[in-house]
């Protein structure tokens, strides 16, 4: 399960995104994923919760914008959203195509970031 080491690295991006910022807390990762990056959207969910715990990031969540396959069609000479990743198509003409210009994906690109107010930091009694 790749997804593990996948959410491993972008949660040390966003320690570290979050370090330089000032963030104290952080609500939300925001995460472009294209229908091509071959990850697992449903287990990278589960892997980053798994991976937060005890890190600056607990508690966060993980917000994922699907993108879908554009493909550049050399007939149409157009680029088209496909409804799905697979055929391969243009889906106006049909013609087999390999320009993919969207849905590779995998990309942190925002990060929410809360005011640490001392109600979220509470800490258990015995700490
Ligand atoms: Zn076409």
């Known amino acids: ?39 697992v959207k449903e287990a990278l969910e589960f892997s980053f919760d798994v991976v937060i715990q005890g890190t600056p990031l607990e508690g966060a969540r993980l917000v994922i914008e ?3 396959v554009k493909v550049f069609c050399p007939d149409c000479q157009e680029a088209h959203k496909l409804p799905e990743p697979f055929p391969m198509r243009c889906p106006v003409c049909g013609t ?9 994906e995998l990309e942190l690109y925002s990060l929410e970031g809360g005011e640490g107010d001392a109600a979220d930091d509470a800490k258990p009694p015995n700490c």
Not at 16 to 37: C, D, H, P, Q
Request: glycine residues 8%; proline residues 2%; charged residues 25%.
């Open 96 to 104: 087999r195509t390999g320009q993919v210009l969207e849905g590779r």
């Open 1 to 39: 399960m790749h997804e593990l080491s996948i959410a491993h690295s972008l949660v040390e991006i966003a320690v570290e995104t979050a370090e330089n910022a000032r963030m104290k807390r952080v609500k939300a990762l925001y995460l472009k994923l294209g229908a091509l990056s071959g990850v």
């Open 66 to 68: 699907d993108v879908p």
